[in-house]
């Protein structure tokens, strides 16, 4: 499967506790995005990196969450002391310069914090 | 502030009509649209594209309108298949050459048999 993949595809877990979700792109694609769903809405982004520097993050991103592509491979978004309002789909999207904004999304991981 | 909108939740045709998918944005400075199809359990799927430099853009049976006086797209599938039901997201980049999307709401499509 050359497609984008993450991992966990679903994670349950208590407030206030850590999560880590893993992101592996195509291989060839330098850009690599996270968004966030909620249910009912579209997609929101968080952030995006081009190789291992990450260029931009939103508002959204508190100072809980932490995003990082060590060798400009794959990608992982850790969240420190969760809250029910984690609670979404986060979605991992990579690129390739012949254009940025078509984008290959994964799957996407189910967070649900109880 | 929403600068992407989707006004319908939902819609239902039947196999073989067109379906049509509104879209709406606020900003003008957006100058290139993009649509995106999601399956459940799937991540999105890009679709088709526009430029504002154009007002339409067609690939097979999807056609996508632009009409930049109304701030106004929207996406026209003929003839629907069951197999095109499924949630459309329109989506514009927030700056060039950044791959930023900003994201409609989306609109669950239905194809009936």
Redesign the interface.
């Known amino acids: 499967d050359t497609g984008v993949s993450q991992d966990p595809r679903h994670k349950i877990t208590k407030r206030g506790q850590n999560v880590t979700f893993r992101c592996d792109p195509i291989s060839e694609h330098n850009r690599l995005y996270w968004y966030r769903q909620t249910l009912g809405q579209g997609p929101e982004f968080l952030t995006y990196f081009q190789n291992e520097a990450q260029l931009e993050k939103s508002r959204l991103l508190s100072d809980r969450f932490s995003a990082e592509r060590p060798k400009g491979s794959f990608s992982t978004l850790e969240i420190q002391r969760t809250e029910q309002g984690d609670s979404a789909m986060y979605l991992c999207a990579t690129a390739s310069g012949s254009s940025y904004n078509e984008q290959f999304f994964g799957p996407g991981t189910r967070l649900t914090v109880l | 502030d929403q600068q992407?909108k989707?006004n319908s939740?939902s819609l239902s045709v039947q196999e073989g009509r067109i379906s049509i998918l509104n879209c709406d944005y606020t900003n003008s400075m957006f100058d290139?649209f993009?649509w995106?199809k999601k399956y459940p359990?799937?991540?999105?799927?890009?679709l088709i594209?526009i430029s504002s430099i154009k007002d339409k853009n067609e690939d097979g049976r999807f056609t996508v309108f632009l009409n930049k006086s109304a701030k106004h797209l929207s996406l026209h599938i003929v003839p629907s298949q069951p197999g095109d039901s499924a949630v459309y997201?329109c989506?514009a980049?927030?700056s060039s050459?950044?791959?930023?999307?900003?994201?409609?709401?989306?609109t669950t499509l239905q194809v009936k048999p």
């Open positions: 992407v989707q939740p290139y993009l995106y359990a799937e991540g999105p799927t890009f594209s997201f989506a980049p927030s050459n950044t791959g930023k999307l900003i994201f409609g709401q989306g």
